[in-house]
C-alpha cells in the first residue's frame, strides 16, 4: 500500500517539472500565481517526504525553493 507521504512526495516532483515545463513552453508566466503555487506545493510535498526518509538535502533545498516561492507570492499580492 502507498503512503499518503509517498503520494505527495510523487505529486510535488509532478508539480515543479509541470510548472517548469509550462514556463518553458510559454504556457505559463513565471511571475503568475499558478507558477508559484506549483513551485512552493510541490516543494512541499518533496520536503515532507525527503525528511520522511531522512534525506536532508533535497529537504533542505526544497524548503529554499518553498520561501522563494512564498515571497514571489506576496509580490504578487503586493504590488
Do not use: C, D, H, R
Amino acid at each position: 500500500m502507498i503512503k499518503p507521504i509517498e503520494i505527495f512526495g510523487w505529486y510535488g516532483t509532478i508539480a515543479i517539472v509541470s510548472a517548469y515545463a509550462l514556463v518553458s513552453f510559454s504556457l505559463l508566466e513565471a511571475t503568475s500565481l499558478w507558477y508559484q503555487l506549483l513551485n512552493m506545493t510541490g516543494a512541499l510535498g518533496i520536503v515532507a517526504v525527503s525528511f520522511s526518509k531522512k534525506n536532508y538535502q533535497p529537504g533542505v533545498l526544497n524548503i529554499i525553493w518553498t520561501v522563494i516561492a512564498l515571497v514571489a507570492i506576496a509580490k504578487l499580492f503586493l504590488a
